[in-house]
């Protein structure tokens, strides 16, 4: 008797499933690259080699870096969303490329939704509220009373980062008028709330710990919903504004199209990775905060991120950056 044509299909399916298997079973059988959209030598950049030495070691093949910079991160992912979803090419992912890029009026051809698969939530990257010390607000309540009475002109680190979006959040959950600066970068933002040219900023922590010790800023409070622990003296914006939380942070992604077993040895041996405390004492050295999230929870994490900044941009005027 011959086989019916379900048998047929059964036992293809059967075999299909089985090389799969194998394959899981024998990955990673070379060296897995994982693709910073960086530039080399920041803190992203020393995030990604501290895990690729630490991943290549569990997975027992090397995990190399290989720095693609460029149009704010979506270069090298676009290359990631591109690449053969064979668990040999996986890319680091931050706030700006993955959950406000793709809002953007002129948007980069990224759908992260579409062609990049979560494989873990690696860190949070500390920003903070900074004010002048001659500008007269000493405390965040000060500030946001002002900006109900007048418009507070506030500095961020260019237009449609998170810095940007975190302030508009600000203003529009408090119902207050803190106008966008947009600057190229948060150092010479910094630099002009210093000289008095603007009176407050949001920014990287990292670009104002010197001056918050010699006294030239004051630290009204940081995004995240918890205070910092590379600075606990800071309070949170949340200890004011209940309920506001802004966190920038990156993470790790694959291709769409991944096999299960395979993305699920990446993602195990990522979080195996981020549970070594040595691992998390390198992260906060990098000024950044471990805050690591599994596949699932880092999807569920990401939709109400893009929902919350595609709401916010929608309701931006283009301004022109300084």
Request: aromatic share 4%.
């Amino acid at each position: 008797m011959r086989p019916s044509f379900a048998r047929k299909l059964l036992c293809a399916i059967s075999l299909t499933t089985a090389a799969l298997g194998a394959y899981a079973q024998g990955f990673p059988s070379k060296p897995v690259t994982i693709v910073a959209p960086f530039a080399a030598g920041g803190s992203a950049d020393g995030i990604a080699r501290v895990v690729a030495r630490e991943l290549g070691q569990v997975l027992g093949q090397p995990v190399v870096v290989d720095n693609k910079p460029g149009a704010g991160g979506a270069t090298g992912l676009i290359l990631v969303a591109n690449a053969k979803p064979d668990g040999y090419t996986i890319g680091m992912g931050a706030t700006g490329a993955i959950v406000i890029g793709p809002h953007l009026p002129d948007a980069p051809p990224l759908n992260p939704a579409k062609q990049l698969q979560p494989l873990a939530k690696l860190a949070d990257i500390p920003l903070v509220l900074v004010s002048g010390a001659n500008s007269g607000y000493g405390n965040l309540q000060s500030l946001l009373n002002a900006a109900k009475a007048a418009e507070v002109p506030m500095a961020n680190a260019g237009q449609y980062t998170a810095h940007h979006l975190s302030a508009e959040l600000l203003a529009s959950t408090t119902k207050t008028r803190l106008p966008a600066v947009p600057y190229r970068g948060s150092a010479p933002a910094v630099t002009d709330v210093i000289g008095g040219q603007v009176p407050v900023a949001m920014v990287d922590l990292t670009s104002v710990a010197g001056h918050l010790k010699a006294g030239t800023v004051k630290a009204l409070g940081v995004t995240s919903p918890n205070r910092s622990k590379l600075a606990p003296e800071i309070p949170s914006i949340s200890e004011a504004v209940p309920g506001y939380a802004a966190p920038a942070w990156m993470g790790l992604f694959a291709p769409r199209g991944v096999p299960t077993d395979v993305s699920d040895k990446l993602a195990k041996g990522i979080q195996t990775v981020l549970e070594k405390p040595e691992v998390q004492t390198q992260i906060l050295n990098l000024s950044a905060e471990p805050a690591y999230l599994g596949p699932k929870p880092f999807a569920t994490f990401i939709e109400a991120e893009s929902k919350r900044w595609a709401t916010v941009i929608a309701s931006l005027p283009r301004q022109p950056q300084k």
